[in-house]
C-alpha cells in the first residue's frame, strides 16, 4: 500500500494546533487501550509509518479534525460538496476494518461485489 505523506503533515499539524505533546497523546491512547510508543507517533508525524485506520480516525476526533477526506487529500472540498456519499458511516467504516483484517477473504468479497482487479 502507498503510503500517503498528508497524512503524518495534518497529524503533525493538528496536535499541535491542539496543544499536545506526542508524550500526551500517548497517554491519551493508551487510556483508549490504543497504545503507542512516543517513538511511533513521531514516526507518523515523519511519514515514516502510518497509523492503523482505527487509530487514524481516533486521533482525527481527538485533534478535532473535519473534512477528513479533503485534509489527507482524498477529495476537494468541491467533491465532497457534490458527493455527499463519500463521507463513511460507522458501519462503512467498520466493514473497510474488517475487509482489511480478514486479507484470505478479500478477493472473494471482491468477486463477489464485481470489482475484481485485473490480472
Given amino acids: 500500500m502507498m503510503k500517503n505523506y498528508k497524512i503524518a503533515e495534518v497529524l503533525k499539524e493538528y ?3 491542539n496543544n499536545l ?3 500526551q497523546v500517548s497517554n491519551i491512547l493508551k487510556e483508549n487501550n490504543n ?16 497509523p492503523d485506520a482505527d487509530t487514524l480516525m481516533f486521533l482525527c476526533k481527538l485533534y478535532h479534525v473535519e473534512d477528513v477526506l479533503e485534509k489527507f487529500g482524498y ?6 460538496q457534490e458527493q455527499p456519499q463519500m463521507l463513511l458511516s460507522e458501519k462503512e467504516l ?3 476494518k474488517h475487509y482489511r483484517e480478514n486479507t484470505a477473504m478479500q478477493k472473494a468479497v471482491d468477486r463477489l461485489l464485481d470489482i475484481e482487479e485485473d490480472s
Avoid at 35 to 50: C, L, N, R
Avoid at 75 to 80: F, S, T, Y
Fill in 15 to 17: 496536535r499541535k494546533r
Fill in 21 to 23: 505533546s506526542v508524550s
Fill in 35 to 50: 497504545y503507542a510508543a512516543p517513538k511511533t507517533i513521531y514516526g507518523w508525524e515523519s511519514g515514516h509509518t502510518q
Fill in 75 to 80: 477529495a476537494d472540498k468541491k467533491d465532497i
Fill in 94 to 96: 467498520e466493514l473497510i
